[in-house]
């Protein structure tokens, strides 16, 4: 069955570095795309950014520009979301979800993966 | 700050009819972009209700509707059962900040 597994909890210092893994499976990975989502204690749900499997083209959140990078491992089917200068406010869980496209524009997330705690506190 | 604005929530018993509208502006909805729906139950992460306005995905019961109409789209939930309280989230694009995903601020669906 289709599904995306993601790396375990992380707990970190403020201006550390994250990164979280989420690999696929029961598909052609790099037939879809990979978007990462986050979700603050108590909040809703925040788009991070999407990356291409195919190509490795990225669209970044414009407030994580300078800060996140997504990439991915085709040899493996796996996606990595990397988060710099962590602060408090990026306490969090994130998940990642296959993207499917019908257009520009035009997407939504059909399989989603249960989601990777990171705190940050000193 | 989410550009697709929610009720923080709605309440209905069982068996009765509620609807969670989902505005936004000439840069998302209202410029042509689906809005697809997201169901949270507490404590698990989000999964795919409703995709390109209308459609359910194999397996989402059809008392799920969405329409979607100018600026705005709806989630209409028929025949409300206690297994439906959750939180639920629209999501589009928008054409504005070099293009990105969005996500609604959130609906929390209690069954009384």
């Known amino acids: 069955q289709v599904q995306l597994v993601q790396s375990g909890a992380e707990v970190k210092k403020p201006g550390a570095s994250v990164k979280v893994s989420c690999k696929a499976s029961?598909?052609?990975?790099?037939?879809?795309?990979i978007s990462w989502v986050r979700q603050a204690p108590g909040q809703g749900l925040e788009w991070m950014g999407w990356?291409?499997?195919?190509?490795?083209?990225?669209n970044y959140a414009q407030k994580l520009q300078g800060r996140v990078t997504m990439t991915t491992d085709t040899s493996t089917s796996t996606a990595y979301m990397e988060l710099r200068s962590l602060r408090s406010d990026d306490t969090a869980v994130y998940y990642c979800?296959?993207?499917?496209?019908?257009?520009?524009?035009?997407?939504?997330?059909?399989?989603w993966g249960k989601g990777t705690t990171v705190t940050v506190s000193s | 700050q989410s550009v697709l604005t929610q009720p923080p929530s709605v309440s209905g018993a069982p068996g009765q009819r509620v609807t969670i509208s989902c505005t936004g502006s000439?840069?998302?909805?209202?410029?042509?972009?689906?809005v697809h729906w997201y169901q949270q139950l507490p404590g698990t992460a989000p999964k795919l209700l409703i995709y390109?306005?209308?459609n359910r995905p194999s397996g989402v019961p059809d008392r799920f509707s969405g329409s979607k109409s100018g600026t705005s789209a709806s989630l209409a939930i028929t025949g409300l059962q206690a297994e439906d309280e959750a939180d639920y989230y629209c999501?589009?694009?928008?054409?504005?900040?070099?293009?990105?995903?969005?996500f609604g601020t959130g609906t929390k669906v209690t069954v009384l």
């Open positions: 029961g598909y052609t990975f790099t037939s879809y795309g």
């Open positions: 979800a296959r993207e499917y496209s019908y257009g520009y524009g035009f997407y939504y997330m059909d399989v």
């Open positions: 990356i291409s499997a195919y190509n490795g083209n990225t």
């Open positions: 999501q589009s694009y928008d054409s504005s900040l070099s293009g990105s995903g969005v």
């Open positions: 000439s840069s998302n909805i209202g410029a042509g972009y689906d």
């Open positions: 390109g306005n209308s």
